[in-house]
């Protein structure tokens, strides 16, 4: 499988205008996830909701045709696709004629799908969902909803992951509640470019130190790892070190290149939350 030192990513680029699916390049989740202790079945539920703002390509009268598109990949694929490569793809229906719109979702579910489901032994399909510019008006934004951790003044003084902050209550009775914050900064695993991000974390058990929690991920300002890999440490360092009886774990980053990756992390099964972007995105 590729290794994310092998794409595109940090290099010059052709940008094709003729389709071209063999940009995509899906990157393997399993030796990030051995890292945090991840191996065999996977301890949680969820999705990628990422969203495409710059598609783009030709009816079959040569006019250009916009829409933005949001896909849903499950977290049980055992690929990611490393998000230049998703760009440069994309890029790619810019100058390609296409009968309809439908067509263009459906090649878009082809593809993508492939690509995070090689090598899997029962492969599936992801979710692609084009918004038509006639609906553009209908995309809301919607900040994290729970109460903001930011409000609290502390000191921070760890930059990278520090889960030796998560602590929790002791003799309180168990608790359910939302914490939100828009502090979570974390850079890329290649180029060490800024992903910037905001986090909502729900769950119920214990009592989880508030103060602590926000020094943690205020703690992964200078750690390199795509967005993904960030949101399944935050959920396992609360999972093994808060012990709650559940867990759920979404962040959203800011668009680069035109895209916005958004991971859900889930200890239960849920339903997804709507694809509604925040101010920052």
Known sequence: MNSAEASQLGKPSRYADQYDP?????????????????????????????????????????????AIAHFT???????????KSLKLYLGSFSGTQFGSAEEVRQRLRADLSEAVWRGAPAPATIGVRLVLPELFDQEPVHELDGLSLDRLDIECTDYTPAPQWLKTAEGEPPVEEVLTSNLLKS??????????????????????????L??????????????????????????????PTRLAVYARYTRRGGLDINPLRTSHPMALPRNVRTARQ
């Open 187 to 212: 850079n890329c695993l290649v180029t060490g470019q800024p992903d910037w991000g905001s986090v909502r974390i729900g769950y119920a058990g214990p009592q989880i130190d508030q103060e602590g």
């Open 22 to 66: 063999s940009l995509l390049f899906p990157i393997s989740r399993a030796p990030k996830r051995e890292e945090i202790g991840i191996a065999g079945a996977l301890p949680f539920f969820g999705a990628d909701l990422w969203t495409a703002f710059e598609l783009s390509w030709l009816n079959a009268r040569g006019k250009p045709q916009v």
């Open 214 to 243: 926000l020094r943690y991920l205020v703690s992964f300002r200078n750690h390199n790892e795509f967005h993904e890999q960030c949101v399944e440490r935050i959920f396992m360092d609360l999972w093994r070190q808060c012990r």
């Open 73 to 83: 990949v499950p977290c049980e694929t055992p690929n990611i696709v490393e998000s």
